[in-house]
């Protein structure tokens, strides 16, 4: 199919889920601003950040396929919004276009060869600042989303990526290419030596090429504009996975020492300038505590020089540690997202796995919180690199340490936020019932002459593929429930901080 009939029929099929999701948005919100009631306020390096509450809700229904002919999901693994896309409407509204990037799709029987992937969607953001319960229907208009596009990761002599478990090690090797770089030692499924991703982290640069981190190696994937790789950061020795000494990549078993099985970077980040990339690891490497979620807390930022990465591999340059949020019962809240906010500053998005798609539906905990290295000791480089010198034994950190500073922020499962658009958190277990996973983060300028600190929080959630109309790799299958790809937006006031990637404009 060429891609003018692909995009007709594409179409087609939106114009026929806009009779369920597209009609007017019937109660507009009547103020300028949030209602002041909504402020939750919280101080950090001397400077006052703000929460002014949940001001959209939209969704993609779990049964939708985009143009590959697979059921779109796992969207919310991350998202990014496509530089010169966000514009100021003059009635009040936001449109603009944010890529997602599912994971290594739908594997709940198993991991499959899933290509690593790319969405565009279009929004229409209406913010709605009213105290005033919508109902679910007239909520779902407050963030209107339509599916524009799929790109295609991939590797070496354009081989797909796959999402099959790297139960194999594909050797070092120089690349013609470039004098200066070569490939590490790579994740690959046997059964076809391909590259295996299992993408999570996504930063789009200015040039057009992006960076993907992932949760195999877990490494750093910088993509060209065409989707095909360009270049492999791997971490220090002390994340790697390491089984009796050999790398094992498997995500199936924890390995010996290294980043734990499924915790890989989950966090990716570009500074305001361009020229530093942030990676942050889901929790604990296991020599650090991450056997155990009651020892797990301890994670690690890394800071990355990608000024010309084209040129030479990005150097760490900064090792930071990240004391994540614990439970009532001592367990680690791991992140899934990192966000940059301003110089030392960021977001960490830190949660429960319960709600839709859940093991329970009552979650007590999701959250886009704020950290601060200004302070924490920079240990990259240091003896901690080497596996055999771990930051925190038994959960207790090493004396010799300062980790960064955690706040918690903004709670994405305040019943009064929810019930403002017609969402729940806990039993019935239905279409209202907000989503388990919720792993990406996006900013995005107001554009407030009144308040020029003011931003656009946008988080996504991956629904793990669930649905019982689903399809993969051309074949159909039953999940045996339904979960939406939900996606929200809060209004921040960020002291400080910038949305250089955004490039906005204003009135359209």
Not at 196 to 209: K, M, Y
Not at 271 to 279: E, I, N, P, V, W
Request: aromatic share 10%; proline share 6%; charged share 20%.
């Amino acid at each position: 199919m060429n891609r003018m009939a692909r995009v007709l029929a594409l179409t087609a099929v939106l114009l026929l889920a806009a009779v369920s999701y597209g009609r007017p948005f019937g109660q507009r919100s009547t103020r300028g601003e949030p209602d002041p009631s909504f402020a939750v306020t919280v101080s950090l390096g001397g400077k006052q950040y703000i929460n002014k509450g949940l001001v959209a809700f939209g969704l993609i229904p779990s049964n939708f396929t985009e143009s590959t002919g697979d059921t779109i999901g796992g969207i919310g693994s991350a998202i990014a919004l496509k530089r010169g896309t966000f514009v100021q409407n003059s009635d009040g509204t936001y449109q603009g276009t944010v890529v997602v990037q599912p994971d290594r799709g739908f594997n709940i029987d198993g991991t499959i060869d899933y290509q690593a992937r790319q969405h565009e969607i279009d929004f229409l953001l209406s913010p709605y600042y009213d105290p005033d319960n919508l109902s679910f229907d007239d909520a779902m208009q407050t963030l209107q989303l339509t599916y524009r596009d799929t790109l295609l990761y991939t590797e070496r002599e354009s081989r797909k990526t796959t999402g099959l478990d790297a139960l194999g090690v594909r050797p070092a090797e120089p690349l013609e290419l470039f004098l200066t770089i070569e490939d590490p030692a790579l994740p690959i499924a046997p059964s076809n030596d391909h590259l295996a991703v299992d993408a999570e982290g996504l930063v789009l640069n200015s040039d057009g090429t992006f960076w993907v981190s992932d949760e195999y190696g877990p490494y750093i994937y910088l993509m060209s504009p065409e989707g095909q790789l360009i270049e492999t950061v791997q971490p220090p020795e002390a994340i790697l996975p390491f089984i009796d000494g050999k790398l094992n990549f498997t995500s199936a078993t924890d390995p010996t020492t290294g980043r734990a099985g499924n915790q890989g970077f989950e966090g990716l980040t570009l500074d305001s300038s361009g020229k530093t990339l942030y990676a942050l690891l889901q929790s604990a490497t296991i020599q650090d505590g991450g056997s155990d979620k009651t020892t797990s807390r301890y994670t690690r930022l890394l800071a990355y020089d990608v000024s010309d990465a084209l040129v030479v591999r990005p150097p760490l340059i900064g090792e930071y540690v990240v004391p994540l949020p614990i439970s009532s019962k001592g367990k680690t809240r791991a992140a899934s997202e990192l966000h940059f906010v301003s110089e030392g500053v960021f977001l960490v998005l830190a949660r429960d796995g319960d709600g839709h798609g859940g093991d329970d539906a009552k979650s007590s905990y999701k959250q886009a919180d704020l950290l601060d290295i200004s302070n924490a000791t920079d240990i990259h480089g240091t003896r901690f690199d080497d596996p055999a010198n771990p930051i925190a034994q038994d959960g207790d950190l090493d004396d010799s340490i300062i980790p960064g500073t955690y706040v918690s922020f903004v709670d994405f499962i305040d019943d009064t936020q929810l019930g403002r658009f017609g969402v729940h958190n806990g039993k019935p277990i239905d279409q209202t019932l907000i989503d388990a996973k919720w792993e990406s983060l996006a900013l995005a300028p107001c554009m407030d002459p009144n308040f020029p600190d003011d931003f656009f929080l946008f988080i996504a959630a991956d629904n793990d593929f669930i649905s019982t109309q689903g399809i993969a790799l051309g074949k159909p299958f039953n999940a045996g429930l339904d979960v939406d790809n939900q996606f929200m937006v809060f209004r921040l006031t960020l002291p400080g901080a910038s949305a250089s990637d955004v490039t906005p404009n204003h009135f359209h």
